[in-house]
């Protein structure tokens, strides 16, 4: 009887002790590190089945306000366009509650080949040129929270668009 009482007790304690973790301490601006790309080579848009890649990343927010419902948070410009706008992608939407001790995890986007994966070849865009069979890219993402918190920006790896279709 008394070593099920024990028993008992060491069990609440260790629950309790088990409930007193901390939880991580993030900074309040989003930290993001780059975990790669589905493949590394893409078929460029033609009158063939579309291709995709997908780009996968991890992220960590200390007040977790990454992202709201129709909102912009994920940013990305192709290597080969810098002064370009970067093109905004929405991040899922994460529930409020939970989220003021900070949140992390991974962010998969997949990329179609359309007009925004195609080969461009003496400043025209999707063509299908067989002096040029092959053009490369790498793409520079970065994340911004609702409070304007910008993160560190990642590049994904060289990807070769097919420029002559499939």
């Given at each position: 009887m008394q070593y099920t009482r024990f028993a008992?007790?060491?069990?609440?304690?260790?629950?309790?002790?088990?409930?007193?973790?901390?939880p991580p301490d993030y900074p309040d601006e989003p930290?993001?590190?780059?975990?790669?790309?589905?493949?590394n080579t893409i078929y460029q848009f033609t009158n063939g089945p579309?291709?995709?890649i997908t780009i996968q990343f991890s992220?960590?927010?200390?007040?977790?306000?990454l992202s709201t419902q129709d909102s912009a948070d994920i940013f990305y410009t192709d290597s080969r366009f810098p002064n370009l706008p970067p093109t905004p992608l929405a991040f899922p939407v994460i529930p409020v509650e939970?989220?003021?001790?900070?949140?992390?995890?991974?962010?998969?986007?997949?990329?179609i080949n359309t007009a925004q994966v195609c080969c461009v070849f003496n400043d025209r865009f999707c063509v299908a040129d067989e002096r040029y069979p092959?053009?490369?890219?790498?793409?520079f993402i970065y994340v911004q929270d609702r409070a304007g918190n910008r993160s560190n920006t990642i590049q994904t790896e060289k990807?070769?668009?097919?420029?002559?279709?499939?």
């Open positions: 008992l007790w060491l069990l609440a304690a260790g629950f309790v002790l088990a409930s007193c973790v901390n930290v993001i590190a780059y975990k790669g790309v589905s493949k579309r291709d995709s992220f960590t927010d200390g007040d977790g306000d939970g989220t003021g001790n900070g949140i992390s995890g991974d962010v998969f986007f997949t990329l092959v053009d490369t890219l790498s793409y990807i070769q668009v097919l420029c002559l279709g499939q």
